[in-house]
T-cell receptor, first 114, second 117 residues
Framework: AQKVTQAQTEISVVEKEDVTLDCVYETRDTTYYLFWYKQPPSGELVFLIRRNSFDEQNEISGRYSWNFQKSTSSFNFTITASQVVDSAVYFC???????????FGAGTRLTVKP | GAVVSQHPSRVICKSGTSVKIECRSL??????MFWYRQFPKQSLMLMAT?????????EQGVEKDKFLINHASLTLSTLTVTSAHPEDSSFYICSAGGTSGGAYEQYFGPGTRLTVT
């Protein structure tokens, strides 16, 4: 079965610092999908990105960037020049091609202080 | 992406009563519905998966007689917490899954916060 590990439980940074959230995954499938979600205090999940296993290109979206490394089974998320509004819990998740249910990591609580 | 709604967003009930939570996929054919539970400061844990018109498949440790799931149509699934107890207090999130444009997509609802007193 698939497994997602987010070793960082909580991270605290000062505004404008860069921060990287780690995600390591395990799967036996050769085809799978990786996700990052943001969960603000309201509780609603905000979709950030989906990455297919056959596409190892890194992605940048504004202040957000993702580094997908199949060799180390990692899909790390970096926020550049963090802002207070980035404070939330961030979840990494994995969905296998042959098993449609999505499994989540434990989440990383990011606090950005002014 | 598609819009998935949940009703109610928040509910408080007394111990021993039953509570029904609705999950609607407003503009998406959800062949599969997923129900997750999230306790405070914890991750989302999959409770069950249901395919439209079929019985739900429950994850290990989830009581199927306590958490009744109905997925009668491609746009509606319900979760009924029967004889609720304080330990059932949690944030319940549904997710609608289906094929759109040849790819499998999954969209999450905003969640329902259940408090059992």
């Amino acid at each position: 079965a698939q497994k997602v590990t987010q070793a960082q439980t909580e991270i605290s940074v000062v505004e404008k610092e860069d921060v990287t959230l780690d995600c390591v995954y395990e799967t036996r499938d050769t085809t799978y999908y990786l996700f990052w979600y943001k969960q603000p205090p309201s509780g609603e999940l905000v979709f950030l990105i989906r990455r297919n296993s056959f596409d190892e290109q890194n992605e940048i979206s504004g202040r957000y960037s993702w580094n997908f490394q199949k060799s180390t089974s990692s899909f790390n998320f970096t926020i550049t020049a963090s802002q207070v509004v980035d404070s939330a819990v961030y979840f990494c998740a994995l969905r296998e091609y042959n098993n449609n249910d999505m499994r989540f990591g434990a989440g990383t609580r990011l606090t950005v202080k002014p | 992406g598609a819009v998935v709604s949940q009703h109610p967003s928040r509910v408080i009930c007394k111990s021993g009563t039953s509570v029904k939570i609705e999950c609607r996929s407003l503009d998406f054919q959800a062949t599969t519905m997923f129900w997750y539970r999230q306790f405070p400061k914890q991750s989302l844990m999959l409770m069950a998966t249901s395919n439209e018109g079929s019985k739900a498949t429950y994850e290990q440790g989830v009581e199927k007689d306590k958490f009744l799931i109905n997925h009668a149509s491609l746009t509606l699934s319900t979760l009924t917490v029967t004889s609720a107890h304080p330990e059932d207090s949690s944030f319940y999130i549904c997710s609608a899954g289906g094929t759109s444009g040849g790819a499998y997509e999954q969209y999450f609802g905003p969640g329902t916060r259940l408090t059992v007193t």
